[in-house]
């Protein structure tokens, strides 16, 4: 599936990872909290990303999940059959941006929603990944390990996930859903390469590359 080209929307959950709360000084969610970005903040590898150079731009490495089957109140038990298939991605987010919007209790629109703020891999067929709590997900820059997590660690699973935000809007074929990041986020320059992979049972299913450069 294209999902870059059918989907309408990306929707982002936040502070799923323990240790990534805790890098953050952030506070333990009791219900999955998400945010909305913009499906023109997709960036397919291999490629460039282009970044607002006054910023401090972090990377976030998460498993991005496919709908496949519309779908609205879900219900956990029957989320993985409106799921077609995954997909690796990069959460960026101009963390300086970030932490000024907390502060103010503002919106995280501006933080993560700039065009090549989601750089994504290909599509990976459902049946590729059985057990979505059961991958791991990496990301190198300039060829050091930053991050490098099993899903199993997520708070929130991919069932719960899928129902909690369809209680809120239909979930539409093409929609991404992405995961929450784990610990090991930091900044990206001018100049930096990145890599990214995923890995079911030890099998590499995508790998994707970018290049970092100031845009102007």
């Given at each position: 599936m294209d999902f870059v080209r059918r989907g309408k929307?990306?929707?982002?959950?936040?502070e799923n990872y323990l240790d990534h709360i805790k890098e953050l000084n952030s506070v333990i969610p009791t219900e999955v909290m998400f945010f909305?970005?913009?499906?023109?903040?997709?960036?397919?590898?291999?490629?460039?990303?282009?970044?607002?150079?006054?910023n401090n731009i972090h990377?976030?490495?998460?498993?991005?999940?496919?709908?496949?089957?519309?779908?609205?109140?879900?219900?956990?038990?029957?989320a993985?059959?409106?799921?077609?298939g995954y997909a690796l991605?990069?959460?960026?987010?101009?963390?300086?941006?970030?932490?000024?919007?907390?502060?103010?209790?503002?919106?995280?629109?501006?933080?993560k929603g700039y065009d090549h703020f989601t750089p994504i891999g290909k599509?990976?067929?459902?049946?590729?990944?059985?057990?979505?709590?059961?991958?791991?997900?990496?990301?190198?820059?300039?060829?050091?390990?930053?991050?490098?997590e099993n899903t199993g660690l997520m708070v929130f699973k991919v069932p719960e996930i899928i129902e909690y935000v369809s209680n809120v809007m239909t979930l539409e074929e093409g929609d991404l859903i992405i995961t929450g990041t784990p610990k090991g986020v930091g900044q990206i320059v001018e100049g930096d390469s990145?890599?990214?992979?995923?890995?079911y049972e030890g099998k590499e299913l995508d790998r994707i590359d970018f290049q970092v450069k100031n845009r102007t």
């Open positions: 929307k990306i929707i982002a959950i936040g909305l970005k913009p499906t023109t903040s997709y960036l397919k590898s291999p490629a460039t990303i282009l970044i607002p150079p006054k990377h976030e490495v998460e498993l991005g999940v496919v709908i496949g089957k519309p779908g609205f109140q879900i219900k956990a038990e029957n993985l059959d409106h799921v077609s991605a990069l959460d960026l987010t101009a963390r300086d941006i970030q932490f000024e919007a907390r502060k103010k209790g503002y919106p995280w629109s501006l933080c599509f990976i067929p459902k049946e590729n990944i059985p057990n979505p709590d059961n991958v791991r997900i990496w990301v190198e820059v300039s060829k050091k390990i930053r991050q490098n990145v890599v990214a992979g995923i890995e």
